[in-house]
C-alpha cells in the first residue's frame, strides 16, 4: 500500500471519531512504528490537519473540521489518467482542486469469548488482540451490524463508540416497531 492510501485510510478513522493510533496504522498496514508516526506527522504537517492525540481515547482526533486539500492518487492512477482528468472537468470551475477518496473500510474492535462465533466471523477479522478481542474490517455499517444480531452470541463491541451507539438505536428501533404485547394476525 502506498503512503498516499495510508494517509487516507487515517483521514477517514480520524473523520469517523474512531481515534486511531500509530499502533492501529502500523499493524493495518504492515508497517514500522515509526513509519506509522511519520504518517501522522505528514497528515499535520505537509497536509495542515489539525491532529491531536487524546490519552482518554488512545489515539488522534480532528480538533477542527478538516477535508484534503489535494487530490491523493495511487500508483495505477497513470492507466486512469483520463478517466481521472475527465472527473477533473466535472468539478466546480471555481474550486483550485479536486479531492479523490476511495471507499475505505471500518474497523471495530470485538470482544467474541465464544470460539464458534469467532471461526464464523473469521473473514471479517484481520487481528487478534488479547482477552478475546478481535479487530474486524468491513464496508457495510448495516451489514456489519445484521451480522453481530444474527449470530445469536454474546458480542461486545469494545469501539469505535460511534458503532455501538449506532447498534443500540438500531435495537430500540427494531424493539419500538416490535412490541411483544400487540397481537399477530396469525395468532
Known sequence: MSANQRIQWLHKKISDKCYPNAYHL??????????????????????GAPVAYSAL???????DA????????TENDLEFSDAISGMRNFSDP?????????Q????????????????ELRSLIVADEPHHRYR????????????IMSSGADIKIVEPRWLKERLVSFAE??????PLDEPCLDD
Open 26 to 47: 502500523a499493524e493495518r498496514f504492515n508497517i514500522s512504528h515509526r513509519q506509522a508516526q511519520r504518517d501522522v506527522d505528514y497528515l499535520r504537517s505537509v497536509m
Open 57 to 63: 481515547e488512545k489515539g488522534y482526533y480532528y480538533t
Open 66 to 73: 478538516f477535508i484534503f486539500p489535494l487530490m491523493l492518487e
Open 94 to 102: 471555481n474550486a483550485e482542486r479536486s479531492v479523490m477518496q476511495l
Open 104 to 119: 475505505l473500510p471500518y474497523y471495530a474492535t470485538l470482544e467474541i469469548k465464544d470460539r464458534m462465533t469467532v471461526l
Open 136 to 147: 474486524c474490517e468491513f464496508q457495510s455499517v448495516e451489514l456489519f451490524i445484521g451480522i
Open 173 to 178: 428501533r427494531v424493539i419500538e416497531n416490535n
